[in-house]
């Protein structure tokens, strides 16, 4: 079955790196996301990996995959204040027209 | 284009009623999907369409909701007999057939 996994906090100071990480079940995703969720504000789609590849850069943001361990992260490089919100992790298989979605990780940057 | 989006932004009503929520997608996208969401959850699926079709409805979806796209471009989100438990945010998105999405902003129900 579809079942995605997060850890539910993190804090970091801003300047710092932040790791968000994700688990997932299905060995058959061949996409997956990271959104971005401010509060009272729906979600926007931060970055997304194809299952052949392992690691994706764009600007301060990089996703690792480990297929063998159906693990992804989310590094975000010089973390910011603005950067405090929810992050959301979620996979979409081929030929599925619906994502899974984590319950996501409150990301808190401290001044 | 401005993006998805959703109307009502807020809707109270009480139990028993029926409700219906509108979204307008991206006018490029042929897919759009309905998700709900609660406090300190992740999106919930409910149903998409592709184009005008219908192609999946969650398990889990109660029959007293419906959902419709009729000329494939906007969609509505009925809920009938309300109850307290259907009290959520409302989320829909829209996407090309591969790729993710574009969120609005949602509908908040709150069901008294």
């Known amino acids: 079955g579809e079942d995605v996994e997060q850890s539910l906090f993190l804090s970091v100071r801003e300047g710092d790196s932040s790791v968000i990480n994700c688990t997932y079940t299905d060995s058959s995703s061949t996409y997956l996301y990271w959104y971005k969720q401010e509060p009272g504000a729906g979600l926007q789609l931060l970055t997304y990996?194809?299952?052949?590849?392992d690691m994706k850069q764009d600007q301060r943001l990089t996703v690792l995959l480990n297929k063998k361990d159906k693990h992804l992260s989310l590094r975000i490089a010089d973390t910011q204040t603005g950067d405090s919100a929810i992050y959301f992790c979620a996979e979409t298989y081929t030929n599925a027209g619906k994502s899974t979605f984590g319950d996501g990780t409150t990301l808190t940057v401290k001044p | 284009d401005t993006g998805v989006s959703q109307d009502p932004r807020h809707k109270i009503t009480k139990r028993g009623q029926n409700v219906t929520f509108r979204c307008d997608p991206i006018s490029e996208h042929n897919r759009l999907y309905w998700y709900r969401q609660t406090l300190g959850q992740g999106p919930e699926f409910l149903t998409y369409f592709q184009n005008e079709a219908q192609l999946e409805k969650s398990r889990l979806l109660s029959d007293r909701f419906s959902a419709e796209r009729p000329k494939g471009s906007f969609s509505t989100l009925e809920i009938q007999r309300t109850e307290q438990g259907d009290s959520a945010m409302y989320l829909c998105?829209?996407?090309?057939?591969?790729?993710?999405?574009?969120f609005g902003s949602g509908t908040r129900l709150t069901v008294v």
């Open positions: 990996i194809f299952s052949n590849m």
């Open positions: 998105a829209s996407s090309l057939a591969t790729g993710g999405y574009t």
